[in-house]
């Protein structure tokens, strides 16, 4: 049976506040990777049985708990996604007019995206971008990211700016994932920056793994764009 975010949220309580608790999935879930990030963030990354080959979800938690369920497929279009501070749910709307590519973005250095996004709480959002290999090779507890660079647009149907970003992130092209970086969004409330690296990769079987606790940049004043439709695409 395929896993929905409703359900992996259900069989999913966490307990952020003890060091020790971890991260439950629901049956049928398997996790190979858990992020430590710098902005008292912690990820885990995850494939659920019943889901397309390929797909892949993702768990964000901070302090408090939850933040985040995402999903993505293959080539990290993202399909679906919960936003926890919001309450709001978002899915990919069908035939995008360029879909995102990670295997382009890959051969050739640049990919393209241009589609959109259905919210039944913020109607349909427009996200219009482009990422872009630097050429650089990060190393980060001894995992080897390839650096990108970033830059979007979200827009009403009316056309409206919504927000926009640019900044830098990573891939992984053998866990065909995005992992966050640094960067500023501009909404009409002002520009923030963030710094979401990644400080730690903890695989299964050793300490921390699946914890519910983030370690990294925790009780840190950190300027961050009102919790709005504005500034809850997860660039994936």
């Not at 060091?19 to 710098?38: D, I, M």
């Not at 409206?160 to 970003?165: L, Y």
Request: aromatic share 8%; net charge negative; glycine share 10%.
């Amino acid at each position: 049976m395929r896993i929905t975010l409703g359900l992996l949220i259900a069989a999913s309580p966490v307990a952020a506040q003890d060091s020790r608790a971890t991260f439950g999935l629901p049956a049928g879930c398997t996790a190979y990777l858990t992020v430590q990030a710098e902005s008292c963030q912690v990820d885990h990354h995850f494939t659920c049985e019943g889901d397309a080959p390929g797909h892949q979800r993702r768990v964000s938690l901070d302090e408090q708990g939850m933040t985040y369920a995402g999903e993505i497929d293959a080539e990290t279009q993202w399909i679906a996604s919960f936003h926890a501070l919001t309450g709001h749910s978002e899915q990919l709307m069908s035939n995008p007019a360029e879909p995102a590519s990670l295997s382009d973005l890959i051969a050739n250095g640049v990919d393209d995206y241009d589609f959109s996004t259905m919210s039944d709480q913020f109607g349909a959002t427009h996200f219009v971008g482009q990422d872009t290999l630097t050429g650089r090779e990060i190393t980060i507890d001894g995992v080897t990211l390839l650096e990108t660079t970033y830059d979007l647009t979200a827009t009403a149907d009316d056309g409206t700016v919504i927000w926009s970003g640019e900044g830098n992130e990573f891939i992984h092209p053998d866990w065909r994932i995005f992992l966050s970086g640094t960067g500023v969004t501009t909404t009409p409330e002002g520009q923030f920056e963030h710094d979401d690296r990644p400080v730690e990769f903890i695989f299964p079987g050793e300490p921390g793994f699946l914890s519910t606790r983030p370690k990294h940049g925790c009780g840190v004043a950190i300027s961050s764009a009102p919790l709005s439709e504005e500034n809850t695409y997860d660039h994936i």
